[in-house]
């Protein structure tokens, strides 16, 4: 997955100083009630401060699950990102959370044949 931040549209009086970027999938079992397991599979922390675009790049590793939904557990991905943002004498962390959806194509046909796992190939859907 690639990705472009454009800052050339913020106001002047705004600085961001570090962008973090992470790739997160979550694990909630319904039968209890406590938080989710998340689980971190990437991330990419980017200095930022004086530039008016960056970039990240990461890869879904082939052993981690796709999105999934039982009656039992449910499986979702979602990119969070993280701008330090400076105004003024003021500094905030602000956090985005941007779901995702990953699947295996039910009609994937690898191009080796003798590889015929799900962990060959995922879809992205933002």
């Known amino acids: 997955m690639i990705g472009l931040f454009d800052f050339t549209t913020k106001s002047p009086s705004i600085t ?7 790739l997160i999938y979550e694990e909630q079992l319904h039968k209890t009630s406590g938080r989710a397991l998340q689980t971190s599979v990437a991330y990419f ?17 082939p ?5 999934f939904s039982t009656d039992l557990i449910d499986v979702k991905w979602y990119l969070r990102f993280m701008f330090n943002v400076r105004e003024q ?32 190939c995922m879809l992205l859907y933002l």
């Open 45 to 61: 922390i980017n200095n930022v401060d004086h530039m008016t675009s960056t970039n990240f790049s990461m890869m879904i590793p």
């Open 89 to 120: 004498d003021k500094s905030e962390l602000m956090e985005w959370n941007l779901p995702i959806q990953v699947f295996v194509p039910s009609d994937f046909r690898p191009l080796h044949t003798q590889s015929h796992s799900r962990e060959t």
């Open 16 to 22: 961001i100083d570090k962008l973090r970027t992470e």
């Open 63 to 67: 052993q981690c699950p796709a999105q």
